[in-house]
């Protein structure tokens, strides 16, 4: 079955340091698909960043970048120099192929990360 | 474009009320989804919709119920609320397949349901 793992519920950082959010995935499909989203305190969520499973090449986005390792099935997220706008919630979600077409999103518990001044 | 909206943001029920949870998108996407968030989780799908007339079951359909007359529409019905549905309800939708974006699910604000 599909799961999500998000290891850490809570991580506290201080301004300006870098910060790595662990995500931990378990799937039987050889085609799924990996997300991040953001989640802020307003509580909408933003689309960070989306892979296939044929893509392992590590992506880096300003001050955010991916570690996907299939090895480990594992799609880390870090952010470097990290600052207060960056406190919010992060989930990570898998996404397997179907016969419809769906795509449903299977959502991990998410890690609050609070940046302090 | 608006996007994804919702409507209500927020609504209080009272256990055994019934209510519609509203949903609309006008970036002509076939698949919508509608998620529940229970505090401190992640999001779990509750039904989803592959085009107009039909949908599917998610992982926690119990107690509620969809329709989708029109590819913009996709509301969410509560029949008889319970405590137990007290959540932040999320609809989605997403870019059809063959598109340069395709998968990315784009989400609406959320509504802010307490069931008392």
């Known amino acids: 079955a599909q799961k999500v793992t998000q290891a850490q519920t809570e991580i506290s950082v201080v301004e300006k340091e870098d910060v790595t959010l662990d995500c931990v995935y378990e799937t039987r499909d050889t085609t799924y698909y990996l997300f991040w989203y953001k989640q802020p305190p307003s509580g909408e969520l933003v689309f960070l960043i989306r892979r296939n499973s044929f893509d392992e090449q590590n992506e880096i986005s300003g001050r955010y970048s991916w570690n996907f390792q299939k090895s480990t099935s594992s799609f880390n997220f870090t952010i470097t120099a990290s600052q207060v706008v960056d406190s919010a919630v992060y989930f990570c979600?898998?996404?397997?192929?179907?016969?419809?077409?769906?795509?449903?999103?299977?959502f991990g518990s998410g890690t609050r990360l609070l940046v302090r001044p | 474009n608006a996007g994804v909206t919702q409507t209500p943001k927020f609504r209080i029920l009272k256990i055994g009320q019934s209510m519609t949870l509203q949903c609309a998108q006008d970036m002509n996407h076939n698949y919508m989804y509608w998620y529940r968030q229970d505090p401190g989780m992640g999001l779990k799908l509750i039904y989803y919709s592959v085009g107009a007339g039909i949908t599917d079951k998610g992982e926690v359909p119990n107690g509620y119920n969809v329709s989708r007359s029109t590819t913009e529409d996709f509301p969410l019905r509560l029949e008889l609320a319970a405590p137990s549905q007290t959540s932040v309800y999320f609809c989605?939708?997403?870019?059809?397949?063959?598109?340069?974006?395709?998968?990315?699910?784009?989400f609406g604000p959320g509504t802010r349901l307490t069931v008392l």
């Open positions: 979600a898998l996404s397997e192929a179907r016969l419809d077409s769906s795509y449903k999103l299977i």
């Open positions: 989605a939708s997403r870019t059809p397949t063959g598109t340069g974006t395709y998968n990315e699910q784009f």
